[in-house]
């Protein structure tokens, strides 16, 4: 059999094409270039819209929802259980193939002079009793099943991450508004104690250190100040945005209550909605079906076929021929590594029962720790209050007595310093209780998700 030489051409046409387009030379500059510039740019032009104004909590969790790199990789998860749920499907369906051919001789052969005809093929068969495909598919469907759950949970996880992002920021706005008022107070005693030092009212060291105490708020005022531009960077990436962007927070976080119920009552709320323990019974499920399916090893498989031949060939006995029947197959013994699969889709399924166990542990004392921490937050604040109070009480006191002369006025400045601290304390725990209350809400699976915002329909 030979090509027809009116082929060669168009064959060598096609062939340039596809070693031009495959040679193309890759320049990793340029392309780094490119792609930066693209990425940029995008993230430039995201930023632009959803920065106009000032964020709150909400916003920035439907911000992340939509952006955010762990939610979008958790769809597309989701979608690729679903693509395979689908191919599972296609093992019921009829497996339909086709092939077609031409033939041309050009010398004479026996019998024959030169001759030119066509072939075609069609082949038709569908599996009638494979119960391997029934289990394969079940267990792709709670595969798909628990992808949705998976990406739940992601996004519940997202929720917490960002509202601990943004109480982060405004914590640390708080921080640096507190050590500019500081850094102001220390820098006037400074000057005060400085003349009193140049009068010979006090002591050198004195002055010094009132100096000192006013470097040191410098230096932490510097601190917190480069400190918020990191955790304004975090906040951003969790919101899938540039993290040199400006941010401006509006403050609005809603109102966190600890849920209702003793622990135990917690506990057992947690064990039924939690999404961790959804997974773990989908993933047993899937186990079940795993051993069934090794065990159908051990059945034979029947399929329907049915094929179609034609020809042009004159020499043939038949132009057209259509065969059908039955087909099927049966190990009788492979080196019994059909009953070893069995065995170890056992094991696996003990083992994936275990995990759920362990989950169901894991959950309990997860709830029980969280609960513990928010109500130690919530008792946290309420000492800082007390500790800044007494402090401040304490500062007042020294300072008006080290101004009339009865303290020396170190004690008035290590007042000052104690004061300064519990202050830079209790802004730190002002959102601690509201951060250990969404994580108790996390660890119980009540976590709340924003639901997707849909276009509004068009009138008609």
């Keep these: 059999?030979?090509?027809?030489?009116?082929?060669?051409?168009?064959?060598?046409?096609?062939?340039?094409?596809?070693?031009?387009?495959?040679?193309?030379?890759?320049?990793?500059?340029?392309?780094?270039?490119?792609?930066?510039?693209?990425?940029?740019?995008?993230?430039?032009?995201?930023?632009?819209?959803?920065?106009?104004?000032?964020?709150?909590?909400?916003?920035?969790?439907?911000?992340?929802?939509?952006?955010?790199?762990?939610?979008?990789?958790?769809?597309?998860?989701?979608?690729?259980?679903?693509?395979?749920?689908?191919?599972?499907?296609?093992?019921?369906?009829?497996?339909?193939?086709?092939s077609a051919g031409y033939n041309s001789y050009e010398k004479e052969m026996p019998q024959q002079h030169e001759q030119r005809f066509g072939t075609a093929d069609l082949t038709a068969s569908m599996p009638i009793f494979m119960p391997s495909t029934w289990f394969l598919y079940a267990a792709a469907r709670h595969g798909y099943a628990a992808a949705g759950v998976a990406a739940h949970y992601v996004r519940q996880g997202i929720v917490l991450q960002t509202s601990v992002n943004y109480y982060n920021v405004l914590v640390q706005q708080d921080t640096i508004a507190a050590l500019e008022s500081q850094l102001d107070a220390a820098r006037k005693t400074a000057d005060r104690v400085a003349g009193l030092a140049d009068e010979g009212l006090v002591t050198k060291w004195e002055g010094d250190q009132a100096v000192f105490a006013a470097e040191l708020r410098e230096t932490e005022l510097n601190r917190a100040r480069r400190q918020l531009a990191v955790l304004r960077g975090e906040l951003l990436q969790g919101l899938g945005l540039s993290p040199a962007a400006p941010l401006e927070l509006s403050g609005e976080t809603g109102e966190k209550a600890l849920p209702k119920g003793s622990v135990e009552d917690l506990v057992l709320q947690a064990l039924?909605?939690?999404?961790e323990l959804a997974l773990a019974d989908r993933q047993v499920v899937i186990q079940d079906h795993q051993v069934r399916q090794a065990f159908c090893n051990f059945l034979p498989t029947i399929s329907l076929f049915s094929t179609g031949t034609w020809t042009g060939n004159d020499l043939a006995a038949h132009a057209e021929n259509w065969v059908s029947g039955f087909s099927g197959a049966w190990t009788l013994f492979d080196g019994l590594a059909n009953v070893a699969r069995y065995k170890a889709a056992k094991v696996e399924r003990q083992q994936t029962q275990l995990e759920r166990e362990?989950?169901?542990?894991?959950?309990?004392?997860?709830?029980?720790?969280?609960?513990?921490?928010?109500?130690?937050?919530?008792?946290?604040?309420?000492?800082?209050?007390?500790?800044?109070?007494?402090?401040?009480?304490?500062?007042?006191?020294?300072?008006?007595?080290?101004r009339e002369g009865l303290l020396p006025l170190s004690d008035a400045l290590d007042a000052r310093g104690a004061m300064d601290l519990a202050q830079v304390a209790l802004v730190q725990s002002r959102y601690q209780e509201k951060i250990a209350i969404a994580n108790l809400e996390l660890a119980m699976g009540l976590t709340l998700v924003p639901e997707p915002k849909t276009e509004p329909k068009a009138k008609k």
């Design 1 to 98: 059999m030979r090509c027809s030489p009116i082929f060669l051409p168009a064959a060598g046409l096609l062939l340039c094409g596809l070693l031009t387009s495959g040679c193309r030379s890759f320049e990793p500059a340029r392309a780094r270039r490119e792609q930066t510039d693209a990425f940029t740019t995008n993230l430039a032009a995201r930023a632009a819209a959803e920065l106009a104004k000032p964020l709150s909590l909400d916003d920035c969790i439907r911000l992340a929802m939509t952006n955010n790199y762990a939610v979008r990789k958790a769809d597309l998860d989701r979608q690729l259980y679903r693509i395979g749920k689908n191919v599972a499907f296609t093992a019921f369906l009829p497996n339909v193939a086709a």
């Design 272 to 275: 039924e909605i939690h999404p």
């Design 358 to 402: 362990n989950t169901f542990l894991s959950v309990m004392v997860g709830v029980v720790a969280a609960e513990v921490a928010a109500r130690d937050a919530a008792e946290g604040a309420r000492v800082r209050r007390r500790a800044y109070d007494v402090a401040a009480a304490k500062w007042a006191d020294y300072d008006a007595q080290a």
